[in-house]
């Protein structure tokens, strides 16, 4: 914006600029002695990382503006305006200028117009659009974003365009027209659109804020007349979708900004989003439109400063040149690439975080009274001299201050409320400013007493309940702005408070003094400065305090200080380590590592504390505690519990407290006294080595009963039988007191078959472990358990497995070693081989039920069969079997009516035993002989067998921490005879019925055998197992004709098998390293069960027969399931 004021004539170059003259006049000389610059070769930039001072140039120095706002500083940092896009809207751009090269100044189109010059325009645009960005090519001046990628639309006006309501000068530039202007810059994804276009309109004054007031109810009248907006409303609606907007804040030397300036003051909701600039001199003045009621978002900004130009016209430029650029028309773009900066800097922030770190970070000017104002550095308007103010809060006069780039590359300066930093994960960034939240308290104040005198104003205008009817336009728009505003005071916040989120981390290393809360939400947040109030840190978050902070509550996250903290509080499972100072501790729920200096510490019932640094008091209620450092007086209670070998002032253990010296075996120091109330326990741990926990206390131990309860020392079951005899029988003592100890602990406990016998002398207690009366027997739950808990008692005291047991603290451990101990693997197995014995003798049977057609012929058959079965016990583990093998015989007619044969065969038998690791697998080898008589209708049948059974066994045992594998050999033979006798009914057809009766005698004989692997083995005796079976039944037989050759045959039998005689199977067995001997049995033979067989016979010629089928053995607790293929010839 280049105004003068009370009508003076606006200019770019002026013959009176003193200090810019020679600036101007060397940069032009420049550009005509610049040879065929688009081929020009790549300018080889001095200016290094990390030096700013490589890049102060004479290019650097020319636009003297870069300086003031310390801009080298943020180009050392490596920040040069790349990958931001600005957006400039104005009187176009002279595209042919080599300092704005179309790599990176990109026109945008809006209703037509580009945002190249036209003849509409001036080199207003021009001169804008090098303040921007101009190249930094070593040659005339550059740009405060030298690589910034600038968008630029076009007014498609001069810059005498009045920015009030309308032009009639200009009328294809209405708001309709802008409303697409500034929707195409938005739509190039820019972040900031800077705005120095136009002149103020004749009828607006805005030397107060009641004539600002009036210059805003003439575009409002507007709304009201026509029922359209202005432009206004069109930069508004894109700052509302995020979009920054920069306005100069005018040329004419008000008190206050400009309209559009100042426009947030109207609609409030627009700050954080809308910003203005005056202007600021080379010789640190303050010049042109001031702040004002704008100043909360308004900055400083140079002005009087070289950049861009062109010679001719705009309707027939000749050439690029330089001229002076002045007005608050230089200072906005100063101030708009300079926020370009800060957002390439600062890539997580938001467009309103990065804007609330150029105002917080700019140096605070105040008026100079010591100089007179002055009018002779060649601006157009009075210059009110200033000198930096340390306030921190922006003024009338100047706003925030002069913009300062080196400031802001170290983050913001204050905070405005609450600040998300959301740093991404991988990234990590570093503020070093001194971060407060003065200006937000300043705020407060001034906007109380805007909110008392909106009350005022409701009741002296009778508002109080809404506007009356028929109020006039002025009074509904100055009710609408005090509601505006009122609503918005009642949403600010005045306190700001840092949120830490995202994966990355962000470290604080500043003097930070904002009040409000610090909250970190993700990733990491480091303190290696200070923070004045409280922290927070939630379960996806960690906060890193090497400086010193306020009270912190770890709600769920992690927190580790090697600083200094106030209180520290842990909740929801989070976590702390503290090697620095704190002051009171609390552990209501989480962990906390205490190896500083803490105060007061508190656990709660889910807390665990660690300490092994120094604290004061420490009470656990509820929680845990290891005390490994040095702590003041200790008190433990509900539920809680205090461990560790460190020293402490005294000790007390309420109801239900538990205290644990070290951490195995160790000793707790007390320096004063030792007190056990009513319901406490002193929990014990002994070493088979012979130590044991301690508590060695320097004044008197108080015993008002309680409960000691005994443990081994980290070391499960089994002892070794050294191990065991250094504890059965040994004196521990296990607490000293210097000043005596008075009174008893209750009867104590521990173990289930070892007694803690307790011995009290005038300082000392001790304690002697005897085995006591109780049985192991005791725990057992079936009678399996029984047998081997009693033969247990007989084995070597030294045996491990004898210690596993003898040491067990609950019920629970025993019964899982006697349940293994028990070796039920071996009559399970023996069941097993009976209920296979059925597969061989109905075999035999259904040869000869089969061949009872074929008198006077010889044949052969042969049979693949396979079977499984399970089985469940009472109080003994059942199992799982399986069996696959073949049987082959041959036979013939002796006499018309009789059939004998023999036959031989294998299988492979396994048996796994329910709930147990432990399985038997057998070889099996058959040899039987069978015979048949069918004179007619009646018919006997009978045979003989007998098995060699070869195989083993495989236990896997765990007691205590021992776990082994106990294998062995197992021999086996099984002998049976059978027969049955049946009558055969002859149906219509084919068809014939048999009722039948049988009987079965099964002699089962075990090898004796000794297992190997380890402690658990067990020695296993010869034994003898006998079971009579009986069945009757019924069976058919049908036959098909297929064709007149093939012939289908349908078998089928029922049949009831009941058991005569006692069938559970058992063994004799003892522990290998020798004890008595003890009986364990299996599930027994089903007393009753149905059997099963159904086949289909198929005619292979005259001589063949091929059959399936299935047989089946149901009972309550067992079943057997088996399917067979046979062949059958004969000669």
């Known amino acids: 914006m280049l105004m003068t004021r009370h009508k003076k004539r606006k200019t770019m170059k002026r013959s009176g600029a003193k200090l810019l003259a020679p600036v101007v006049v060397a940069a032009a000389a420049a550009v005509a002695a610049r040879p065929g610059w688009a081929q020009a070769a ?10 700013p001072a490589s890049w102060r140039t004479p290019e650097f120095t020319n636009a003297w503006g870069l300086g003031a706002m310390h801009a080298e500083y943020a180009y050392a940092a490596g920040y040069t305006g790349a990958n931001v896009a600005i957006g400039v809207l104005d009187s176009g751009y002279y595209a042919q200028h080599p300092e704005l090269p179309d790599s990176r100044f990109v026109p945008v189109t809006a209703a037509g117009v580009s945002g190249v010059l036209n003849p509409n325009n001036n080199n207003h645009g021009t001169l804008v659009s090098g303040v921007v960005g101009g190249a930094r090519d070593g040659v005339g001046m550059h740009g405060v974003a030298p690589d910034a990628t600038v968008y630029e639309g076009n007014t498609n006006a001069t ?101 559009r300036g100042a426009y947030a003051y109207f609609h409030p909701e627009l700050e954080g989003h809308w910003m203005t600039t005056t202007g600021y001199d080379q010789l640190s003045g303050q010049v042109y439109n001031q702040c004002g009621i704008a100043k909360w978002w308004c900055v400083m900004a140079p002005t009087g400063v070289p950049s861009t130009s ?62 007179p104002d002055y009018t002779n550095n060649g601006l157009f308007s009075t210059v009110h001299p200033a000198k930096p103010g340390a306030s921190g809060v922006p003024n009338a006069f100047g706003g925030w201050g002069l913009v300062d780039l080196r400031r802001a590359m170290n983050g913001p300066g204050q905070l405005l409320g609450t600040f998300d930093a959301a740093l991404p994960a991988g990234t990590a960034d570093v503020w070093s400013n001194d971060i407060s939240d003065v200006a937000l308290a300043a705020r407060k104040r001034e906007d109380d007493a805007e909110h008392r005198a909106w009350l005022d104003t409701l009741r002296t205008k009778g508002w109080e309940h809404g506007l009356p009817a028929g109020a006039s336009n002025g009074d509904r728009i100055d009710y609408a702005l005090g509601v505006a505003r009122e609503t918005a005071y009642q949403a600010r916040e005045y306190q700001g408070s840092l949120v830490k989120s995202g994966g990355g981390t962000l470290t604080l290393a500043g003097a930070n003094t904002y009040r409000g809360p610090t909250t970190v939400d993700g990733g990491e947040l480091r303190i290696d400065g200070s923070i004045a109030a409280r922290a927070v840190v939630n379960p996806a978050g960690r906060l890193t305090v090497n400086g010193r902070a306020a009270d912190i509550a770890v709600n769920g996250g992690v927190a580790t200080i090697a600083g200094t903290s106030a209180n520290l509080s842990i909740d929801r499972q989070g976590r702390a380590a503290v090697t620095g100072t704190t002051a009171d501790v609390r552990v209501a729920s989480g962990f906390a590592s205490l190896g500083g200096t803490s105060g007061n510490v508190a656990v709660g019932a889910l807390g665990v504390a660690a300490i092994t640094g120094r604290t004061a008091d420490v009470a656990v209620d509820g929680g845990r505690a290891s005390l490994d450092g040095a702590s003041g ?14 020293t402490v002032r005294t000790l007390t253990a309420a109801a239900n407290g538990t205290v644990a010296p070290g951490h195995s075996v160790g000793t707790l120091t007390v320096s004063g006294d030792v007190r056990f109330a009513p319901g406490s326990i002193y929990a014990v741990e002994v070493s088979p080595g012979g130590a044991g926990d301690r508590i ?39 607490l000293n007191a210097a000043g005596g100890v008075a009174g008893r602990f209750d009867a104590p406990s521990g173990y289930l078959f070892v007694n803690p016998v307790l011995a009290y002398g005038p300082t000392t207690v001790s304690l002697t472990i005897d085995r006591n009366a109780t049985p192991f027997a005791s725990v057992a739950r079936t009678a399996n358990e029984r047998g081997v808990a009693d033969a247990l008692e007989t084995a070597d005291p030294g045996s491990a497995v004898y210690n596993s047991v003898l040491f067990a603290a609950s019920a629970q451990a025993p019964q899982a070693t006697l349940a293994q101990l028990t070796g039920e693997i071996y009559p399970a197995a023996y069941a097993a081989l009976v209920n296979e014995s059925r597969q061989v003798r109905e075999t035999a049977l259904e040869r000869l039920w089969t061949a009872r057609g074929a008198p006077g012929r010889a044949g052969a058959w042969a049979r693949l069969l396979g079977a499984w079965g399970s089985a469940r016990g009472g109080d003994v583990n059942g ?43 057998f070889d099996s080898f058959h040899l039987g002989a069978y015979a048949g008589w069918q004179p007619g209708a009646l018919g006997v049948r009978i045979g003989a067998a007998h098995a060699w059974h070869r195989g083993g066994v495989d236990r896997a045992v765990q007691y205590g921490a021992v776990a082994e594998n106990e294998t062995t050999a197992l021999h086996a033979e099984t002998t049976q005879v059978f027969g049955e006798a049946g009558y055969r009914f002859a149906l219509d057809g084919a ?12 002699h089962l004989k075990n090898q004796g055998t000794t297992e190997t692997g380890g402690a658990a083995a067990l020695r296993v005796r010869q034994g003898n197992h006998d079971v009579t079976f009986s ?41 290998a390293t020798g004890s008595d001997t003890f009986t364990v049995s299996s599930v027994p033979v089903a007393k009753d069960a149905a059997v099963l067989n159904v086949g289909a016979g198929l005619e292979l010629g005259k001589n063949g027969w091929l059959r399936v089928g299935y047989s089946g053995s149901l009972a309550s607790r067992q079943s057997e399931h088996a399917v067979q293929g046979s062949l059958h010839w004969k000669f």
Do not use: C
Not at 42 to 51: A, F, T
Not at 347 to 363: D, H
Not at 991 to 1002: I, K
């Open 159 to 259: 810059d005498g365009f009045r920015f009030g309501v309308s032009d009639p000068k200009f009328p294809a530039s209405d708001a309709k027209y802008f409303a697409e202007a500034y929707d195409a810059l938005a739509a190039k994804g820019v972040r900031i659109i800077s705005n120095s276009w136009g002149s103020q309109p004749a009828n607006e004054n805005y030397s107060t804020l009641n004539k600002l007031t009036d210059a805003y109810k003439l575009h409002e009248a507007v709304r009201t007349a026509t029922g359209r907006g202005t432009w206004l409303d069109a930069a508004a609606k894109v700052s509302r979708d995020g979009v920054i907007n920069n306005f100069s804040s005018g040329n004419t030397g008000y008190d206050n900004a400009s309209l």
């Open 991 to 1002: 068809a014939t019925l048999e009722p039948f009766f049988g009987v079965a005698y099964v």
């Open 1031 to 1071: 069945t009757l039944g019924v069976r058919g037989e049908t036959r098909l004709g297929l064709t007149s050759r093939l012939q289908l045959t349908l078998q089928g039998s029922a049949g009831w098998q009941h058991a005569l005689t006692d069938g559970q199977p058992s063994g004799t067995l003892a522990f």
């Open 310 to 371: 062109y010679s001719g016209g705009a309707a027939a430029p000749t050439g690029a040149t330089y001229a002076n650029f002045n007005g608050t028309s230089a200072a906005a773009p100063h101030a708009s690439a300079a926020l370009a900066l800060i957002m390439e800097r600062f890539p997580y922030m938001t467009s309103e975080q990065a804007l609330s770190v150029l105002f917080t970070t700019a140096q605070n000017m105040e008026p100079d009274p010591s100089r």
């Open 879 to 921: 199992y799982t079997s399986s069996t696959g093998g073949f049987l082959a015989g041959a036979d013939a007619a002796l006499l018309d009516s009789v059939r004998a044969g023999g036959f031989a065969g294998y299988s492979h038998t396994g048996v796994n035993l329910r709930n147990q690791p432990s399985s038997a697998s």
């Open 633 to 646: 007086n200790v008190a433990v209670g509900n539920g809680g519990v205090v461990s560790g070998s460190g």
């Open 696 to 734: 060695v206390a320097g004044g008197r131990a108080q015993i008002d009963g309680g409960a000691l309860a005994l443990a081994l020392e980290n070391t499960p079951p089994p002892l070794t039988p050294e191990q065991s005899r250094s504890v059965l029988g040994r004196r521990f003592e296990i």
């Open 42 to 51: 790549p300018y080889p930039d001095p200016g290094r990382r990390g030096d």
